[in-house]
């Protein structure tokens, strides 16, 4: 097989690679290693900064997120348990945030890709990267116990963190930047309506953060920070709705409308940057290339912006004929990566219990959550951050 572009991985980074590259005439090829159902299955986050969704409509599938999502002006901020909101959109001169699964997402990606009939290979097992350092790479794999070889000009990887793309380039040419957190987030999707419908709440409690989103009027998604060594099975429906009450305010906690759990799982916060973000003929783009802790609802939304200098520097390259996208991409996206990888990990610092820092860490984050809700200066600085960064950012 021969294509113009071989994407590994159908997370939303290389769906979305897909069709806007499509669209600009571009062909490409998609490996996935696991099924179309498994990719389905996975619950991850659930906001969308403006930017995101003007690209899902370039992508040509913005007809979900306009008539499901959900739009956000403000998100609520508690601590000592009082409820104190933050008007994003009037802090960012009318910006929004909007509420619409990172499922959603992929299923419309999806979706739009078979009806288009473009190539995608699930199951694809063995994924190998060659030749990257020269300008005809191929990738082979295997499916159905045959060997098979795509032969193409660029390799995007795509393939989330456990990827095979980051993981093919040679040691000395990457540097690794990582931070881990002693906590984890216990996730809990249930059918019931959101106790906070119009704004996202993120609550610092002595207990330990708890978040509060959504994803429809009859769908909640909620979280409580906890301990690494927690099972799932340690977590019944009962007990997680009771720890989740006693992290909010009285107001909030009274009003939360519990109900069976549709999906449970506990995910691990992480900061992570690999750079540079081209190898030759080989780019990484979304979670093959970075991770951020999900408190600033950053991970999806800097996945589609590496996506937009990715497939801009590859259309460029095949119908301008310049080099120049390709050349700059990776410094482009690292910029707005490492502010991004910035304000999660603070807002991470500022949200959770750590365990070593005990009382006096609760009393110095209470008094900057106080100090922030009270300036205008910080609370604009949060929201701007929120709301997430112009495509081309100046400053
Ligand atoms: N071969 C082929 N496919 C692979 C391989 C491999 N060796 N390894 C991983 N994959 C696939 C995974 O099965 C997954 O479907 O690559 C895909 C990567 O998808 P994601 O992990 O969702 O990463 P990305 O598309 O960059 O999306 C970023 O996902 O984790 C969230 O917070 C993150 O919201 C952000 C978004
Ligand atoms: C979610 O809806 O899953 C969600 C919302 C906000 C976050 C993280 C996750 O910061």
Redesign the pocket.
């Known amino acids: 097989m021969k294509t113009q572009v071989a994407i590994?991985?159908?997370?939303?980074?290389?769906l979305l690679l897909g069709a806007l590259l499509h669209r600009a005439g571009i062909d490409n090829i998609i490996?996935?290693?696991?099924s179309g159902e498994y990719?389905l299955g996975?619950i991850?986050?659930g906001i969308l900064e403006q930017v995101t969704v003007d690209l899902l409509h370039e992508a040509g599938v913005g007809d979900g997120v306009s008539q499901e999502g959900t739009v956000h002006h403000a998100i609520e901020l508690v601590f000592k348990n009082q409820r104190h909101p933050i008007d994003v959109t009037h802090l960012t001169g009318g910006k929004v945030v909007t509420a619409y699964g990172?499922t959603e997402v992929t299923r419309d990606l999806m979706s739009h890709r078979a009806a288009q009939g473009l190539p995608t290979v699930y199951e694809?097992k063995d994924?190998a990267l060659h030749g990257f350092d020269g300008a005809s790479p191929y990738v082979t794999y295997e499916k159905d116990g045959q060997s098979h070889r795509v032969d193409c000009r660029f390799i995007a990887g795509?393939?989330?963190?456990?990827?095979?793309s980051r993981a093919s380039v040679p040691e000395g040419a990457i540097t690794e930047y990582e931070k881990v957190y002693p906590f984890g987030w216990l996730g809990v999707l249930a059918d019931v309506p959101p106790v906070s419908p119009h704004a996202i709440v993120y609550a610092n409690s002595e207990r330990g953060f708890a978040l509060c989103s959504m994803r429809s009027m009859t769908r909640s998604r909620y979280y409580v920070q906890c301990p690494l060594s927690d099972t799932v099975d340690a977590w019944s429906d009962q007990r997680f709705w009771d720890e989740l009450r006693l992290r909010l305010d009285p107001d909030l906690s009274s009003r939360i409308v519990t109900g069976p759990s549709i999906e449970k799982s506990i995910a691990p916060l992480r900061s992570f940057v690999a750079e540079p973000m081209r190898f030759g003929s080989l780019f990484l783009?979304?979670?093959?290339s970075h991770i951020v802790p999900?408190t600033g609802a950053k991970?999806?939304n800097l996945?589609a912006t590496d996506v937009k200098y990715l497939s801009q520097s590859f259309i460029e390259y095949f119908n301008d004929k310049t080099d120049a996208g390709i050349d700059t991409y990776s410094e482009r996206c690292l910029r707005r990566i490492w502010r991004a990888e910035r304000f999660s990990w603070w807002l991470t610092s500022l949200m959770h219990r750590f365990p070593d820092t005990q009382g006096f860490g609760q009393k110095i984050q209470e008094a900057e959550l106080d100090y922030l809700v009270n300036s205008e200066a910080l609370s604009r600085s949060l929201a701007e951050n929120y709301v997430g960064l112009p495509l081309n950012f100046a400053e």
């Open positions: 590994i991985g159908a997370g939303p980074s290389g490996l996935e290693r696991q990719v996975r991850r986050a990172q694809a994924v795509c393939d989330g963190f456990h990827g095979v783009a979304g979670d093959a999900p991970g999806l996945a």
